[in-house]
Each structure stands twice: as C-alpha cells, then as structure tokens.
C-alpha cells in the first residue's frame, strides 16, 4: 500500500454503500463533494483532538474511566491517528489534493533548503517535473515559488 493507493481505497469506501435505519452499511454512502472543506477540516481535527484526549492519559499513565494502562492507550493512540490519516486523506481528495505526490513534494521541497542530501520517490519512480508543477500547484503556490522548488528538487535529486 502506498498513500495514493489508500487515498483512493478510501474515497471508494467512503462513497459506497447505504444508510439503513441510520447506519452506514456496505460504505459511508457520502460522495466527497457532499461536504464543504470545512466540514473535512472538521472531522479531521476531531480526530487529532481524540489523540490529544489519549496523550493527556498517557502523561498520566493510564486511563481514569476505563483503567486502560500505559501499554493500551498507545495502542488506543494508533488507532486514534489512523483515523486522522483516513480523514487526512479524504480532505485532500476534496481538496482535489493527491497527498502522496503533495508529501513527496513537500517533504523533497524541505530537504532542499536545509541541504539533507536525500529525496523520497513516488510509485516506485521519481515524480516527474509535472507532477511537482501540479501538485503544488493545487496547493495555491506562487508560480515563481513553484519554479524555485523544482530548481531545489532537481538539485537534491542529483546529490
Ligand atoms: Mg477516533
């Protein structure tokens, strides 16, 4: 699995299905563009917030309501940033956002101006000049901003 793969998994799911007596069966049966970027941002920021719920019991140690010790909380913990990821990457494909090429991008675009001399690829391959262009792009960067991060990525990918 790589993240476009899940990005794409998971729209699938999330517009499939029914709702039958108020409960999603088969999929979510929501279509991406039902909610606005908003709503997104919203339920993926509840989910961050559910982690920082877990965090908060694991400064403590454990859980006062469920007696849940230090070791299940983590666990507690990853289940809650897996549901940050899932929504993550719905609010991307609403955005029109493909968050694997947008993370490569981005994370390439880092690396070059503090000089770490590695660059991650997508797919197996390096991403093409195009997909950087579109990618950020999509992410509203200035078009000269765009050319000075290509510049940037060429470089790293060269060292
Ligand atoms: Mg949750």
Not at 118 to 134: I, N, P
Not at 141 to 151: C, G, N, R, S
Request: glycine share 10%; with cysteine; hydrophobic share 45%.
């Amino acid at each position: 699995m790589n993240i476009r793969d899940f990005q794409k998994a998971n729209v699938e799911r999330c517009q499939s299905g029914s709702i039958i007596e108020g409960k999603p069966v088969g999929g979510f049966a929501r279509r991406i563009d039902e909610w606005t970027l908003e709503r997104w941002h919203c339920a993926t920021s509840g989910e961050l917030g559910e982690a920082a719920n877990v965090v908060k019991k694991l400064f403590r140690g454990f859980d006062l309501t469920t007696g849940k010790d230090a070791a299940q909380l983590r666990e507690q913990l990853g289940h809650e940033l897996a549901d940050v990821f899932a929504y993550l990457v719905l609010f991307a494909e609403a955005a029109g956002v493909d968050l694997e090429a947008a993370a490569i991008a981005k994370f390439n675009e880092v690396n070059a101006r503090i000089g770490y001399d590695k660059a991650l690829t997508g797919g197996g391959g390096l991403l093409s000049e195009q997909e950087v262009r579109d990618t950020l792009g999509v992410l509203g960067v200035a078009p000269a901003a765009v050319d000075a991060a290509v510049a940037r990525a060429k470089r790293a990918v060269s060292l």
